[in-house]
C-alpha cells in the first residue's frame, strides 16, 4: 500500500471480499455488500452521481449497527475509513470521472 | 411464572421472564414491524426489520431474540430504527424481482404491506433482479425464487412443525437460494408431505398455490400445532 493505490479501488476489492465471505442470513449484510460493491464499481468506473457518496455512507452505517454478525458490521470499515481520510479521491472520481492515481477504468474508457 | 418489568416506548410493561422483546411489546399492543419471525417458530433475527433501541446498548438489537430483561428502556420506533428499517425493505425490493402488479401474492403479501407502512414509495437502490429459477414440479404447489427474501420461515416451518425438513438453503451471500432435499426438483422429493405448511407461512409470493390467488397466508395456530407435536413426542 503505498501512494500509487487509488483508495476507492482498494475499497471495492475489500467489499467485494466480503460479498463473497457473507453466508447470507441477514438482510444489511447480504445485500447491503452487494450494493454498496455496485457502489463503488460505479465510482470507479467512473459514471457515479453526486449524491451516490452519500448513499454508499448511509449503507455502511446501516451495515455496521444493524448486521447480524462480526462480517457485516466489521464490512464496511475499509469504505469509511478510507472515506475519512481520502474523501478526495472519491470526490475527484465523482467529479472528474478521472481516478488521481491512474489505477481505475474510467481512465482507460476515456481514453 | 417469574415477570419482569421493563419500559417500552415510555410504557411500563410486565412480561413474562423469557419472552423476547417483541411477544412483550406484542402483548401490550405495542406493533413491531417484522418480517422473518413467526410465532411458534425459532426466532432467526435474520431481516433486521423488528430492530428496536435499547437504552444502554449501543447497536440496535433485534426484538424478536432479545430476551426481555428486567429494568430495560426499550424505544421501538425511534428515527434511527425507522430508517433502518425503511432502508432494509428497500434492499431486499433492490436484491430480487417484486414487481408487485405481476405476483400472485399482490395486496396479500407481507413485504407489500410493510413498504406500505414505512412509506416506501421508491428504491433509491439499483435493481439487481437475478433471473432466478421457478419450479412448478410440485403437483399443488409452486416456488419462485425470484419473490424470495430468504426469511427461511419455510426451511423452519417445514423442520420444527411438519417434522420433514423437506427445505434447507443452498449457497451463501446473494447466491443463497432455498432448496428441497438435496437441491431436486420439489415434485420429485421424497420427503415432502404436500402439507402446504411452507406456502402459508411464506411472506411473500415466492410459495404459492397453483391456480389460486387468495391462498390463506400466515398460520395462526401454529403454537397450538407445535404444543400438540411437543406432547406427542419425537
Known amino acids: 500500500m503505498n501512494d500509487k493505490r487509488c483508495m476507492p479501488d482498494v ?23 452487494q450494493q454498496a460493491a455496485c457502489l463503488l464499481a460505479r465510482i470507479t468506473s467512473g459514471a457515479a452521481e453526486p449524491g451516490d457518496l452519500d448513499q454508499l455512507e448511509e449503507l ?25 481520510w481520502f474523501r478526495d479521491e472519491y470526490e475527484a472520481h465523482i467529479r472528474t470521472g478521472h481516478c488521481p492515481s491512474g489505477v481505475c477504468s474510467c481512465d482507460e474508457d476515456a481514453a | 411464572m417469574k415477570r419482569v ?4 416506548n415510555g410504557r411500563t410493561v410486565i ?38 433501541e435499547v437504552q444502554g446498548r449501543p447497536r440496535p ?25 425503511r432502508m ?14 405481476v405476483c400472485v401474492m399482490n395486496n396479500n403479501c407481507e413485504l407489500q404491506s410493510l413498504a406500505k407502512q414505512l412509506g416506501i414509495d421508491h428504491v433509491r437502490y439499483t435493481f439487481i433482479s437475478p433471473l432466478a429459477a421457478v419450479d412448478i414440479s410440485q403437483e399443488r404447489f409452486g416456488i419462485d425464487h425470484n419473490r424470495c427474501i430468504l426469511c427461511r420461515r419455510c426451511v423452519r416451518v417445514c423442520d420444527e412443525i411438519e417434522g420433514a425438513h423437506t427445505w434447507d438453503v ?13 437441491a431436486e426438483p420439489w415434485g420429485a422429493s421424497s420427503t415432502c408431505t404436500g402439507c402446504g405448511k411452507c406456502v402459508q407461512a411464506c411472506p411473500t409470493g415466492a410459495l404459492f398455490e397453483k391456480g389460486i390467488t387468495t391462498t390463506r397466508k ?9 404444543k400438540w407435536r411437543r406432547r406427542r413426542g419425537p
Open chain 2, 170 to 182: 443452498s449457497g451463501r451471500g446473494v447466491a443463497s437460494r432455498v432448496i428441497s432435499d438435496l
Open chain 1, 60 to 84: 455502511c452505517h446501516l451495515m455496521r449497527d444493524c448486521s447480524l454478525c462480526g462480517l457485516g458490521m466489521a464490512a464496511p470499515n475499509p469504505v469509511l475509513s478510507t472515506l475519512h
Open chain 1, 11 to 33: 475499497a471495492h476489492f475489500f467489499m467485494r471480499f466480503c460479498q463473497d465471505e457473507s453466508c447470507g442470513k441477514c438482510v444489511p449484510c447480504r445485500t447491503g455488500t
Open chain 2, 61 to 85: 438489537v433485534p426484538a424478536c431474540s432479545s430476551k426481555a430483561e428486567h429494568g430495560m428502556v426499550v424505544i421501538t420506533d425511534s428515527e434511527r430504527v425507522r430508517s433502518a428499517r
Open chain 2, 88 to 101: 432494509i425493505v428497500e434492499l431486499l425490493f433492490a436484491e430480487r424481482n417484486h414487481q408487485c402488479p
Open chain 2, 5 to 8: 418489568s421493563l419500559t417500552i
Open chain 2, 15 to 52: 412480561a413474562r421472564q423469557g419472552d423476547s422483546l417483541l411477544q412483550a411489546a406484542r402483548a401490550c399492543d405495542i406493533h413491531i414491524p417484522n418480517l422473518c419471525h413467526l410465532n411458534g417458530l425459532t426466532p432467526l433475527a435474520g431481516c433486521r426489520v423488528c430492530i428496536v
Open chain 2, 218 to 226: 400466515g398460520l395462526t395456530c401454529l403454537e397450538r400445532l407445535l
